[in-house]
């Protein structure tokens, strides 16, 4: 079971970034794919989520707006893509899987939902 996180570096206030996530080692349609962040000092917190079908993304209030999450399963890769970034965005991002246990399913935000977890990527926004 592999996740790798790639697309972070340093940019500026506004800039923009895409962050991409590609699995193997488990059914990619399975789950539901999320990044989470997390901050020196802080804790780990939720980003976004999408499931199997891409339909209704969820989204953490700060950065509902600018951040967009999508998945392409047949390439078994999760993105997201962040526009107007913040200092407050500066974090390590993670990006996580849960599985998927019934036809209908909640979209979870905590991180102990998930039991899948790459390595992360550093992003660092300078004001």
């Known amino acids: 079971v592999q996740l790798q996180a790639s697309g972070g570096g340093l940019v500026q206030t506004g800039d923009s970034l895409r962050l991409s996530c590609t699995t193997s080692g488990f059914i990619f349609g399975s789950y539901v794919m999320a990044w989470f962040r997390q901050a020196p000092g802080k804790e780990r917190e939720f980003v976004a989520a999408?499931?199997?079908?891409?339909?209704?993304?969820d989204y953490a209030d700060s950065v509902k707006g600018r951040f967009t999450i999508s998945r392409d399963n047949r390439k078994n890769t999760v993105y997201l893509q962040m526009n107007m970034l913040e200092p407050e965005d500066t974090a390590v991002y993670y990006c996580?899987?849960?599985?998927?246990?019934?036809?209908?399913?909640?979209?979870?935000?905590?991180?102990?939902?998930?039991?899948?977890w790459g390595q992360g990527t550093q992003v660092t926004v300078s004001s």
């Open positions: 999408i499931g199997r079908s891409s339909s209704a993304p």
């Open positions: 996580a899987a849960a599985p998927i246990r019934s036809v209908i399913y909640i979209i979870k935000r905590e991180p102990e939902e998930y039991d899948r």
